[in-house]
């Protein structure tokens, strides 16, 4: 009773609180900023890959000549403007040479990104257009950002049920056999998202006694929240469309949904 007392106390004076975020955590717009993303450069078509991890960014892309670029920077946003801030800044390429810092601005719709930057060592642009220097480009996120959290697939045949984890390019799958054995396996996944259809391999998966599983080729598909995989077996070939054969038989087809906190 006595310990009771003294947590209502200590609520009604407000000293219990929710545990405060990581120091590390990103917070607020750098949140939203996380992840695998396809920037598109409104003007030229020229398509970038970023991966933003916390701070840091790393931008990839290929230039008309078939040259690859690589380069590495630090974010670095004031969400207090109007319009937003984000400066790259820190900028090295490949061969460790520095570039000059990009002033930039942003709006986020959704689960996309629209950013207008000035040109290395120019004025921040104070409107989202091309225009001089300023270069308007739109990010997306690609597939694999999509694939994030935690699922459950249904075989459509059998009805099995699998509940995976999927954290960046790691996956965790753990279901129940008709005997109630508990099966759980790791590896990670590799998408093409440019293939038609989009193709996805389940690689380098173990079992919980460390037993290697042949790779798993198949297709796969996005609708919202909902993701249609349709796999060979372990170690056959990658199926051609979507749709499963028999039970028992080398393509199963599944649907992945993510799971509702």
């Not at 409104?42 to 840091?56: N, Q």
Request: hydrophobic share 35%; net charge negative.
């Amino acid at each position: 009773m006595k310990t009771l007392s003294i947590t209502i106390a200590l609520l009604a004076f407000g000293l219990l609180v929710a545990p405060a975020p990581a120091a590390d955590e990103p917070q607020g717009d750098l949140a939203n900023f996380q992840g695998s993303w396809t920037a598109k450069i409104e003007e030229s078509g020229l398509v970038i890959s970023l991966e933003i991890d916390g701070k840091a960014m790393t931008a990839r892309w290929t230039k008309s000549d078939g040259t690859k670029v690589e380069t590495r920077s630090e974010i670095r946003l004031s969400d207090r403007t109007s319009p937003r801030n984000v400066d790259f800044i820190n900028t090295k390429d490949a061969s460790g040479d520095k570039i000059q810092d990009r002033l930039a601005i942003y709006k986020i719709d959704g689960e996309n990104i629209d950013i207008c930057t000035g040109g290395p060592g120019a004025d921040r642009p104070t409107e989202f257009k091309d225009d001089g220097p300023a270069t308007l480009m739109h990010l997306s996120r690609n597939d694999l950002a999509k694939f994030q959290g935690s699922w459950t697939a249904k075989v459509e045949k059998s009805g099995l049920l699998i509940s995976m984890e999927i954290k960046g390019k790691a996956v965790t799958a753990k279901w129940s056999k008709s005997d109630g054995t508990e099966v759980d396996i790791r590896g990670e996944l590799r998408l093409n998202e440019q293939a038609r259809p989009r193709t996805v391999d389940f690689s380098d998966f173990k079992d919980a006694s460390g037993e290697l599983i042949k790779d798993r080729l198949g297709l796969y598909r996005i609708e919202g929240d909902r993701i249609a995989i349709c796999n060979g077996s372990p170690g056959s070939e990658r199926p051609i469309k979507f749709e499963s054969s028999d039970v028992g038989s080398p393509t199963i087809l599944m649907t992945l949904d993510r799971k509702k906190n």
